[in-house]
């Protein structure tokens, strides 16, 4: 590798070309009282280039001594004579000594991507500790398309990463639009991944229109507690319409027979047609009223399933 140590004038260095550059996000606020305190311990990688010098690795260093007003920066200067690959690659691996982020892994290898093999994305993506799998690569491109308030999220653990499959099941209006959605209702990973499976559903019976109008109403209330009860009420609407249509009637059952002191309990969502009925007796007279009850009105439990 041909490179020499020189003393370059940061007025130089072309500050806006990030094109071997991954770190997110800017880092040169991080950086500023450690080099006030003991320095510049590692001098920043520089490609020369006929225009000027341009910014391979340490970018929040060279920001950070503007800030500091140098006027002059220690630097390793590497002559333009290497292939774009080489380049990213000796980018990513002087970065390799700090853990990187999500999004600076998804930055690096849509950078990449484009000019690797089978084999190499395979091994980038080990590099990168990421599984090797085409979910990877799929999250990976669609972060890299994403503006910087979606980035932010992904990194504050906002965002599933695993939803971004979606990008290209969706059109991006509707993908954007059911993200927000999650966003704003403070959605957890799970309940997330929920909201895109039943969205996919939707959109196969062209109801997903429907239930986003429903979403849309339903953060305009103020309150977060009745935002998230409607919301969750809503979901179960879509999600389980066959139970939804039943909830009524399920509620004046439990209530004919917890008047008389049994309770009635069914699966979750009706999804078996079994159901568990308990009640308690203190003499041999309440046992006889309980099992009379029932003989009586047990067709009650069961007509729910065939109505």
Same mark, same amino acid.
């Given at each position: ?32 009282? %450690? ?9 920043? =990688? ?21 800030? #500091? ?16 690959? +080489? ?19 998804? /930055? ?48 504050? *653990?906002?965002?599933?990463?695993? /939803? ?16 927000? /959605? ?5 959605? %957890? ?16 019976? @062209?109801?997903?229109?429907?239930? &986003? ?5 339903? =953060?305009?209330?103020? +309150? ?19 139970? %939804? ?28 047609? @079994?159901? *568990? ?6 003499? #041999? ?8 009850? &029932? ?13």
């Amino acid at each position: 590798m041909v490179k020499s140590y020189k003393e370059v004038p940061l007025a130089s260095v072309d500050l806006l070309n990030r094109d071997y550059l991954h770190s997110y996000p800017e880092r040169s606020s991080f950086l500023i009282e %450690s080099i006030k305190e003991v320095g510049l311990l590692q001098p920043p =990688l520089l490609l020369e280039k006929p225009y000027g010098l341009i910014i391979i690795c340490g970018e929040g260093r060279v920001k950070a001594c503007l800030e #500091l007003e140098f006027a002059y920066l220690p630097c390793l200067v590497l002559k333009d004579r290497y292939p774009d690959k +080489d380049l990213f690659f000796i980018s990513l691996q002087s970065n390799l000594f700090r853990p990187l982020n999500l999004v600076e892994k998804a /930055i690096f290898f849509n950078k990449v991507y484009h000019l690797l093999s089978e084999d190499e994305i395979s091994k980038t993506l080990k590099l990168l500790n990421l599984p090797v799998n085409q979910n990877t690569i799929q999250t990976l491109l669609v972060i890299n398309k994403l503006n910087d308030d979606y980035k932010k999220l992904i990194l504050n *653990e906002k965002i599933n990463p695993l /939803i971004l499959k979606y990008y290209e099941v969706f059109d991006e209006k509707f993908f954007l639009k059911i993200l927000n /959605i999650g966003i704003k209702l403070s959605l %957890s990973f799970s309940e997330q991944r929920e909201l895109f499976e039943l969205a996919y559903d939707l959109m196969r019976v @062209d109801k997903l229109e429907e239930f &986003l109008e429903e979403l849309s109403q339903i =953060l305009d209330l103020e +309150d977060y507690n009745q935002r998230k009860k409607a919301y969750k009420e809503a979901f179960m609407k879509f999600r389980y319409p066959f139970y %939804s249509q039943k909830w009524k009637r399920l509620k004046e059952i439990k209530s004919l027979f917890t008047a008389k002191g049994i309770e009635v309990q069914y699966v979750p969502y009706l999804e078996e047609r @079994d159901v *568990e009925i308990r009640f308690k007796i203190e003499r #041999l007279e309440d046992l006889e009223k309980r099992i009379n009850f &029932l003989k009586s009105h047990g067709r009650e439990i069961f007509s729910v399933f065939d109505e």
